[in-house]
């Protein structure tokens, strides 16, 4: 990846999260769901997995990693973007609706893929791919058409989303969530539409970019076949029922 400006090195191993006793409850007709994470670091530059089946809270916890989604309680939720010593307390931002500085901090560190792919279908690719830099005021630079000729794009620049198939899609949201250059990208499922053969090429690809920019990535799946070869760490998590069937809890370790 020559003609992509690689990010400056960073600390390896630094914790970028840091959560500790990290609750989300939701109710609804009588039936909860709680999501518990007694403890969970995870390093600038690793490569982790979110393994399970539709349910049992993979989008809620990243949704809490993306500053979307307001924890129920938390003891520690220290967000480390530059890998420093001196963390941000996002337990306490939520505290007290500090909403617009979580915002900032989720556009400037964060890059997120959804499920859809979730483009706008009145933006072309270019402009698509180029909106998360737009919303940063970064320069109008070469990164996009970079980033276009490494997702294999380069053709579809000025097209809109309804021409695509829906792998070419992924890799525009793929491509607009790496643009910034963030610290970390969030992949909620981003290859369940697809079928297995381009699901699996996709997923490298996607691994492949992050691994080279020195980008945190945090996936959530349900197949753990072809991402365990591409030397990912998997969240343990345990899901279970009370036996009166009013609450599901799924606690999440890593």
């Known amino acids: 990846m020559s003609e992509l400006q690689v990010?400056?090195?960073?600390?390896?191993?630094?914790?970028i999260y840091?959560?500790?006793?990290?609750?989300?409850?939701?109710?609804?007709?009588?039936?909860?769901?709680?999501?518990?994470?007694?403890?969970l670091q995870i390093g600038l530059g690793e490569k982790i997995a979110l393994i399970g089946?539709?349910?049992?809270?993979?989008?809620?916890?990243?949704?809490?990693l993306a500053f979307i989604l307001e924890p129920s309680q938390a003891a520690r939720f220290q967000f480390h973007p530059g890998g420093g010593r001196e963390g941000l307390n996002i337990a306490d931002?939520?505290?007290?609706?500090?909403?617009?500085?979580?915002?900032?901090?989720?556009?400037?560190?964060?890059?997120?893929?959804m499920q859809?792919?979730?483009?706008?279908?009145?933006?072309s690719v270019r402009q698509n791919m180029n909106l998360s830099r737009f919303v940063q005021g970064l320069p109008d630079d070469d990164t996009v058409t970079d980033l276009a000729k490494e997702l294999g794009l380069s053709r579809h620049l000025d097209l809109k989303p309804a021409a695509l198939s829906t792998g070419e899609r992924q890799r525009v949201a793929i491509g607009r969530a790496l643009a910034h250059k963030p610290s970390i990208v969030i992949a909620d499922e981003p290859t369940a539409s697809l079928d297995p053969f381009a699901a699996e090429k996709i997923m490298s690809l996607f691994i492949g970019l992050v691994e080279e920019l020195n980008i945190t990535v945090i996936?959530?799946?349900?197949?753990?076949?072809?991402?365990k070869r591409l030397g990912l760490r998997r969240l343990a998590h345990q899901t279970r029922r009370t036996s009166d069937g009013k609450l599901t809890e799924t606690v999440v370790t890593g």
């Open 116 to 123: 859809t792919g979730g483009l706008l279908p009145y933006l």
């Open 18 to 39: 840091q959560l500790r006793d990290v609750i989300k409850t939701r109710q609804s007709d009588g039936i909860g769901f709680q999501l518990r994470v007694p403890q």
């Open 7 to 15: 990010a400056a090195p960073r600390h390896d191993g630094a914790p």
């Open 93 to 113: 931002h939520w505290r007290h609706a500090r909403r617009n500085r979580l915002g900032d901090l989720r556009s400037q560190h964060i890059g997120y893929v």
């Open 219 to 227: 996936v959530a799946s349900h197949a753990w076949r072809h991402i």
């Open 53 to 64: 089946e539709s349910g049992c809270g993979k989008s809620t916890l990243l949704d809490m």
